[in-house]
């Protein structure tokens, strides 16, 4: 069983960065692993993933502006959020694929997610 927490939401001006932190309890250096974001009356839509071999995809909406990478070593992924806009507000949450499909449906693990508010 794999537990993700993420960290390192917050409240941002328009513009400014925040760096997301998401720790696995397991050992995830094989499974594709993912961001998420959620806003208030919206469904939850994909940010970014990265694959075990550091493979990387991101929404039209956040390339050029977020970078995911991760840590094998340390089972943590990060997402590194800059020139952030009020249209960024959502929390967030990352997730885990065991099969290493980018698929939604192929997540099996999720964090409790973190809340980003951006600011005007």
């Known amino acids: 069983q794999v537990q993700l927490v993420e960290s390192g939401g917050g409240l941002v001006q328009a513009g400014g960065s925040l760096r997301l932190s998401c720790a696995a309890s397991?050992?995830?250096?094989?499974?594709?692993m993912g961001w998420f974001r959620q806003a208030p009356g919206k469904g939850r839509e994909f940010v970014a993933a990265i694959s075990s071999s550091g493979s990387k995809d991101y929404a039209d909406s956040v390339k050029g502006r977020f970078t995911i990478s991760r840590d094998n070593a340390k089972n943590t992924m990060y997402l590194q959020m800059n020139s952030l806009k009020r249209e960024d507000t959502a929390v967030y949450y990352c997730?885990?694929?065991?099969?290493?499909?980018?698929?939604?449906?192929?997540?099996?693990?999720w964090g409790q997610g973190t809340q980003v508010t951006v600011s005007s």
């Open positions: 997730a885990a694929s065991p099969r290493g499909s980018y698929a939604v449906a192929a997540y099996d693990y």
């Open positions: 397991g050992r995830t250096f094989s499974y594709a």
